[in-house]
């Protein structure tokens, strides 16, 4: 059982402002500096503790309750798809807020690899970049619209950034392509790009598309991360 705090959800700060002491670990025999060094982070991370405590899936679940306490993109009743579901911290916060735990909202969660069950979500295994993709989603929808599409895809990373921010790029231009069939009227758009945000083809088609778009960093995106967020709001229809 997810716990959470008055409005929805817990916020970053309280997240931020449980910290405990240093923790400090050895490189074991068989482990790469790089492993020792990842899982220190972990230990030391408030975020992740924070998680464990209320039982989100991830830490990546007060990125998405920070950028929604300021924009309020989940409301009771809402349609949400999410693209990149896996672990499923996004899902949870997401059925929460639109209440399908309660059988009122929809959250319809996709990706590549299996998630374990979570109350208020359908699961869909498959691939954003297949053809067949959208057309699956919209037959899982029955012809319904949908109020916020959320994409927190990301390739695995090669190590040269221009390659790494394209690729990245190319997982929110699909989802972008799958929100324009989707979105409803007033709808929003979420996605995962890299420093130096969305492309300029990108940029060009959420303006068009939407009455209003951001860049957002959340406090809970760490900030040796390259990754920031697009987001769109008030869909106004598919650009001509």
């Known amino acids: 059982m997810v716990k959470s705090t008055k409005g929805g959800g817990p916020s970053g700060r309280a997240a931020a402002g449980r910290r405990g002491l240093t923790v400090k670990l050895r490189t074991a025999k068989g482990r790469k500096i790089a492993s020792t060094r990842w899982l ?3 230990l030391n991370d408030p975020y992740v503790t924070e998680a464990k405590r ?18 309020h993109l989940l409301k009771p009743g809402k349609t949400v798809i999410d693209l990149g579901a896996a672990p499923g911290g996004w899902c949870q916060v997401a059925a929460e807020r639109v209440k399908s735990v309660k059988g009122k909202g929809t959250v319809i969660a ?10 208020g979500v359908e699961f869909m295994a498959l691939d954003i970049s297949d053809p067949e993709a ?10 319904a619209k949908v109020d916020v599409v959320l994409s927190d895809m990301a390739a ?4 040269h950034k221009p390659t790494d921010h ?15 069939d989707v979105l409803d009227p007033g709808g929003a758009f979420l996605a995962k790009v890299l420093q130096g945000g ?6 060009q088609r959420l303006r068009l598309g939407f009455a209003k778009v951001s860049h957002v960093k959340p406090k809970a995106s760490r900030s040796d991360s390259a990754e920031v967020y697009v987001l769109g709001m008030g869909f106004r229809g598919a650009p001509k």
């Open 156 to 159: 695995a990373a090669m190590g």
């Open 40 to 42: 220190q982070r972990q």
């Open 198 to 203: 969305a492309s300029h083809d990108l940029l």
């Open 166 to 180: 394209i690729r990245v790029v190319m997982l929110a231009e699909a989802a972008l392509d799958l929100a324009e």
């Open 110 to 119: 996709a990706d590549l690899k299996e998630i374990e069950p979570i109350p």
């Open 134 to 143: 959208d057309e699956k989603i919209k037959a899982a929808l029955g012809g």
């Open 54 to 71: 209320q039982g989100y899936r991830s830490r990546a679940a007060f990125k998405l309750i920070e950028i929604d306490d300021k924009n």
